[in-house]
């Protein structure tokens, strides 16, 4: 599984071996799949006949967003070192620990360790330990990158000397749930001063979905003048579609996630629009599209942290706190039915939480016990 998804007691019962990814971002998803499969095959050969192994699991009560978790930076880098050492110990056969997905709001939505293994102890001490260290240090979660508001954000790229400066536009992160078509940082951009001529920074926005504007765009072809209104079919909470009118610059067909690809330059700025929504997360997304992100002077890509090829781009980089259905204000979406306390969102906790292991039934066993 993603290290950023829920294991609720029901999942965790329903499940006899379950493991996650190690790291985020997720550079380990082939070791993931590996571990699980050896895993798998040590469980279904070696195990004694007719026997299931033990599942310690623990909620914590702590809900954090993946830009605040990342294993490149600590607490989280040495959590996860952690995980590693306690799988090795005898008597265990995997270890796991989910950050939990903060932009739903349901009672499942919380951090969770899981252990499995053979010997009841090493498996109930080794969740322990994973859970306590995550509770003790939680005051040590912060943003893996500068954060401002959008304004702040694109003040700050154009002072600065590092090119290419990139933005997070985090609130619409389409792989971490955003819808991808919230117009309200295009808006923004394209109202810049600095960017209304042709002959301003160059500047690369990935993207919005439009398959309107995109048909239109293949009609009229390359080098084409156009004016065309995109995005907010579906999240138009924030800002309604965008009208921009500008030389169609380049059209690409085939793309498995957004079929067909176009890049309006409206003055300097160069807006990718879509067939359908598509991440942009590797150089290729880019040059594929006749564009050069490393000598453009900002690329404004709707993501959170950046992924591996765009972070070993990235001169500088900054995370924007804009709107959308993932924005990384948490306490701006109004959580209401996740369990209380819950930190960040609560702070003064009476009580230090529970993080005894508790086992899980088999699969093949009735569930029993309170949440």
């Not at 195990?47 to 623990?58: D, L, V, Y």
């Amino acid at each position: 599984m993603d290290l950023h998804g829920n294991v609720s007691r029901e999942l965790c019962h329903q499940t006899d071996l379950i493991t996650c990814y190690r790291t985020a971002p997720h550079v380990d998803v082939l070791e993931t799949k590996e571990r699980a499969c050896r895993n798998l095959v040590d469980l279904l050969t070696q195990r004694p006949k007719g026997s299931r192994p033990f599942k310690a699991w623990i909620p914590i009560p702590i809900l954090l967003p993946g830009e605040q978790t990342s294993t490149r930076d600590e607490p989280a880098k040495r959590i996860y070192e952690s995980v590693t050492d306690v799988a090795s110990r005898k008597g265990i056969l995997d270890a796991a620990v989910w950050v939990g997905y903060a932009w739903a709001d349901e009672r499942r939505n919380r951090a969770v360790i899981v252990t499995t293994g053979w010997n009841k102890t090493a498996v109930a001490a080794g969740a322990e330990h994973l859970a306590t260290t995550f509770w003790e240090a939680r005051q040590e979660f912060k943003f893996v990158a500068p954060t401002g508001s959008l304004a702040e954000c694109l003040d700050t790229a154009l002072a600065s000397s590092s090119r290419p400066f990139f933005i997070s536009d985090s609130g619409d992160n389409p792989t971490a749930g955003g819808s991808g078509d919230v117009t309200w940082s295009l808006h923004r951009i394209l109202a810049r001063p600095e960017f209304s001529h042709v002959s301003g920074p160059k500047v690369i926005y990935a993207s919005i979905p439009g398959a309107e504007a995109v048909r239109i765009a293949e009609d009229a072809g390359i080098g084409a003048t156009i004016t065309v209104t995109a995005g907010a079919d579906i999240d138009d909470i924030h800002a309604g579609p965008i009208t921009m009118t500008g030389r169609v610059h380049s059209i690409k067909h085939g793309d498995i996630h957004a079929l067909v690809e176009v890049v309006l330059q409206v003055g300097s700025v160069f807006v990718i629009v879509t067939q359908l929504r598509k991440p942009y997360h590797k150089e290729r997304d880019f040059t594929a599209l006749d564009l050069a992100p490393r000598s453009s002077d900002i690329v404004v890509v709707k993501i959170g942290y950046l992924e591996p090829e765009l972070y070993a781009m990235a001169k500088d980089w900054v995370l924007g706190l804009t709107p959308g259905g993932v924005d990384q204000d948490l306490k701006r979406l109004g959580h209401r039915k996740i369990r209380r306390p819950m930190f960040p969102f609560d702070t003064d906790f009476k009580a230090s939480p529970d993080l005894a292991a508790r086992f899980i039934e088999a699969s093949n066993e009735t569930l029993g016990g309170a949440d």
